[in-house]
C-alpha cells in the first residue's frame, strides 16, 4: 500500500508538470516561431465575373493587383497556372537547369572557350525545347556565355555580335554583369545593345487565345488579355507566355519582322489540377465576407500551395465601369483580414487603379495572419504569461510541498509521530 501510494503522487506530480511545463515555455516556441514572420508570402488573386463581366475584366484586375502585390514587402503573387499546368520535368532538363550555365562560365574562366560554346549551344537547344521549365532570365544568361565564348575566338567576332543582339532582342536592358561576365567585353555588349536599341527596327505581334481572355506575356512582361497586340518588338525572336484560370499555361517562340504583324493563336488545355480548382471557385461566393473560410476557399491552399488568397467579385457598373468587391484571407488561420469594395474603370486606367487597390486592401494587415481573439471579457485585462499567474506558482506549491512532506514522512521513520491519517512510508519520489 505504501509503495502504491509513492507510485500515485510521483505519477500524479509528473503528469501535472508535463500539462504546465508546455504553457510556461509557450511565450519562448511563440518567440522562436516569429521568425517565421521574416518568410515571402505567396498570394494568390482570383476573381468571379458575374452579370455580364467578361473574363478579359478579371484578367485585367488580376494583372493590375499582381503588380501592387509586388510594391509590398514580403509578399509576391503565384498565377494559379503557373501550379495548375500538368508537367513533369524531366530529369536531364533539371540537371541541365542545376548545373550547366555556372559549368560554361566556370570553362570560360579556365580560357576553354570552344568546349564553352559547344556546351553552352547543346544546353540552349534543350532549353528552347523546353521553355515551360526554363526562364527567360536564364536563356538570356547561358545566350551571353555563348556569346561570351565566340567573343574569345578568333575570327568569330561577328557570330559574338549576333549572339549578343540575340539576347538584347528579347532582355533590352539586360545588364552585362562583369562578375559573371568577362570585363573585357563588357563594352563590346553596350556598344550592340546601344546600336540595336537606337535603330529602332521594330514589329508588332498579334496574339489571340482560345478561350479568349486569358493573360498574355511578351518576355515575361503582361500585356493584358487576349486578343492583344503587342508592339515596337524589336525585330528577332521574342517568347510569348499564355496564362488563363482554369488551363494550363502555354509558352511559345515567335518571330517577329518589320515587314508585316506576326500572328500567334494559342490554344490553352485544361487539366486535371485546374478542374479542382475550378470546382472550388465555383463554389466561393457563397463563402465571400464569411469571418472563416469554409471548404472551397479553404481549399485552395493544398491546390495552390500559397498562404494566402485575395479573392473577389466583379460586376458591370455602367459602360466602362467594374464593380469589385475584394476579400483577403490568411489561408493558415483561416481568418478574413480585410474587405474592400469599389468601382474601377474598364481598360488600361483599370489596371493602373487595380494595382493601387492592393495597397489599400493590405493598408494595417498583420502579415504574420495574426488575428486578435474576441474579447469576452473586456473589463478584465490579463494579458501576463502564464508563468507570473500566482494560481501556477500555487500549483507548483502544493506539488512540491506534497513531495516534500512525503519525503520528510519518509525519513522520519515514527509512525506514532504522524497525524492520525498518515503514513509512514520509506523511499524516495525520483
Keep these: 500500500m505504501q509503495n502504491a501510494f509513492i507510485r500515485t503522487a510521483s505519477g500524479f506530480l509528473l503528469s501535472l508538470l508535463s500539462l504546465l511545463l508546455p504553457l510556461a515555455l509557450a511565450p519562448q516556441a511563440a518567440a522562436q516561431g516569429a521568425g517565421d514572420e521574416a518568410e515571402e508570402i505567396k498570394v494568390a488573386i482570383i476573381l468571379i465575373g458575374q452579370d455580364g463581366a467578361e473574363r478579359a475584366d478579371e484578367t ?4 493590375g493587383m499582381r503588380r ?15 501550379i495548375l499546368t500538368d508537367h513533369q520535368q524531366s530529369d536531364e532538363v533539371y540537371a541541365a537547369i542545376q548545373e550547366e550555365p555556372d ?42 556565355l555563348l556569346g561570351v565564348a565566340q567573343c574569345l575566338q578568333r575570327g568569330r567576332r561577328e557570330d559574338c555580335r549576333a549572339t549578343f543582339q540575340r539576347v538584347v532582342t528579347f532582355r533590352e536592358h539586360f545588364y552585362y554583369d562583369i562578375e559573371r561576365y568577362p ?42 488579355a487576349s486578343p492583344a497586340v503587342a508592339e515596337s518588338l524589336l525585330v528577332g525572336d521574342h517568347y510569348l507566355t499564355v ?51 469554409g471548404r472551397h476557399i479553404g481549399g485552395l491552399k493544398t491546390l495552390l500551395m500559397v498562404r494566402q488568397v485575395v479573392a473577389g467579385v466583379v460586376t458591370p457598373s455602367g459602360d466602362d465601369r467594374l464593380a469589385v468587391h ?6 493558415r488561420t483561416r481568418h478574413l483580414l480585410s474587405e474592400l469594395e469599389v468601382t474601377v474603370s474598364r481598360g488600361e486606367e483599370g489596371l493602373i487603379e487595380a494595382e493601387e487597390l492592393i495597397a489599400e486592401l493590405y493598408d494595417g494587415v498583420d502579415l504574420s495572419g495574426v488575428v486578435a ?13 502564464i508563468y507570473v ?31 492520525n491519517g498518515w503514513y509512514s512510508v520509506t523511499g524516495s519520489i525520483d
Design 243 to 293: 496564362k488563363a484560370m482554369g488551363h494550363e499555361k502555354q509558352i511559345l517562340r515567335v518571330t517577329v519582322e518589320d515587314s508585316y504583324q506576326a500572328t500567334a493563336d494559342v490554344v490553352l488545355e485544361t487539366s486535371d489540377s485546374a478542374l479542382q480548382v475550378t470546382q472550388l471557385i465555383e463554389g466561393m461566393p457563397s463563402e465571400l465576407g464569411e469571418p472563416l473560410t
Design 68 to 82: 501592387g502585390l509586388r510594391n509590398i514587402e514580403r509578399l509576391d503573387d503565384e498565377h494559379p497556372a503557373d
Design 373 to 385: 481573439a474576441p474579447d469576452l471579457a473586456p473589463e478584465i485585462e490579463d494579458n501576463d504569461p
Design 326 to 331: 475584394l476579400y483577403l484571407y490568411d489561408l
Design 60 to 63: 485585367m484586375l488580376t494583372a
Design 389 to 419: 499567474k500566482w494560481w501556477f506558482w500555487t500549483a507548483i506549491a502544493v506539488v512540491v510541498g506534497g513531495g516534500i512532506a512525503i519525503g520528510a514522512a519518509a525519513a522520519s521513520g515514527g509512525g506514532e509521530q504522524l497525524p
Design 183 to 224: 570585363a573585357r567585353f563588357e563594352n563590346f555588349f553596350n556598344e550592340v545593345q546601344t546600336d540595336l536599341i537606337d535603330g529602332n527596327i521594330r514589329g508588332a505581334v498579334e496574339i489571340v487565345t482560345d478561350p479568349l481572355g486569358a493573360e498574355v506575356f511578351v518576355d515575361g512582361r503582361s500585356i493584358g
Design 103 to 144: 559549368a560554361i562560365a566556370r570553362l570560360l574562366a579556365d580560357g576553354q572557350a570552344r568546349q564553352a560554346e559547344a556546351q553552352a549551344a547543346a544546353a540552349l537547344e534543350l532549353f528552347e525545347d523546353n521553355l515551360i521549365d526554363v526562364k527567360r532570365s536564364m536563356l538570356a544568361d547561358v545566350y551571353t
